[in-house]
């Protein structure tokens, strides 16, 4: 059984704008810090954003900074990622997932640093 279920995501135009949400069982969400990764065909799963276990902060790519928001509710065992101003780049496959324990720093973005994962969900962004 996956622990972490994602929806939302899609094909849409270059400046649109795009919400995806990951839901948990109460176990594996909290309290645990949450991120967002993406894969483009060809290339490394890369950090998106992650988020803390009480959502007080946030934290960001440079590709992403100012275009996207990572939320959670506590109360619903999600997240989200709100994503505006999509660029063609920012077509990938999007992951969620759970850190594995206290992660820091520059852990934060180091997917070997997650234990849970979703099921990947695909964004598209034409020009």
């Known amino acids: 059984q996956r622990q972490l279920v994602q929806s939302g995501g899609g094909l849409v135009q270059a400046g649109g704008s795009l919400r995806l949400s990951c839901e948990a069982s109460t176990r594996t969400f909290n309290p645990y810090m949450m991120g967002w990764f993406r894969q483009a065909p060809g290339k490394e799963r890369e950090f998106v954003a992650a988020?803390?276990?009480?959502?007080?902060?946030?934290y960001y790519a440079d590709s992403v900074r100012g275009r996207f928001q990572v939320s959670r509710d506590n109360t619903k065992n999600t997240m989200y990622l709100q994503m505006n101003g999509l660029k063609p780049e920012d077509t990938a496959i999007y992951y969620c997932?759970?850190?594995?324990?206290?992660?820091?720093?520059?852990?934060?973005?180091?997917?070997?640093?997650?234990?849970?994962w979703g099921q990947g969900t695909q964004v598209t962004v034409s020009s």
């Open positions: 997932a759970r850190a594995n324990g206290n992660v820091v720093g520059n852990l934060i973005a180091r997917p070997e640093n997650y234990d849970y």
């Open positions: 988020i803390s276990a009480r959502g007080d902060s946030t």
